[in-house]
């Protein structure tokens, strides 16, 4: 078992540092704080079964489900709606 920071987690997993503290607070990783220079210091505790299921959350999340051209096409469609309500309060 490995004790890491948190920021170096967050820097192999390519998270943000907000969202593995989010994760330790949560539970969703095993913890260890120590008491270094006056300071309480969580240290994220690094196993291989639960790295792999952390792995799998991390992957299923980021995938893309739309192509880029149908995210495009979204988006355009969000930007329409957003200008119409945005003309509807200037009436106001």
Do not use: C, W
């Not at 969703?28 to 291989?48: A, C, F, M, R, T």
């Not at 893309?64 to 979204?74: A, P, S």
């Not at 988006?75 to 309060?89: A, C, F, N, Q, T």
Request: zero cysteines; hydrophobic letters at 35%.
């Amino acid at each position: 078992m490995k004790k890491v920071s948190l920021r170096e987690y967050s820097k192999i997993h390519k998270l943000s540092y907000f969202n593995v503290m989010k994760m330790v607070k949560n539970g969703d990783v095993k913890n260890e704080i120590i008491h270094e220079d006056g300071k309480d210091i969580p240290y994220v505790l690094i196993e291989e079964e639960q790295e792999k299921v952390i792995s799998e959350q991390i992957i299923k999340t980021s995938a893309q489900t739309m192509t880029l051209k149908e995210e495009n096409i979204f988006l355009k469609k969000e930007i329409e709606r957003l200008k119409k309500e945005l003309s509807s309060y200037k009436k106001v």
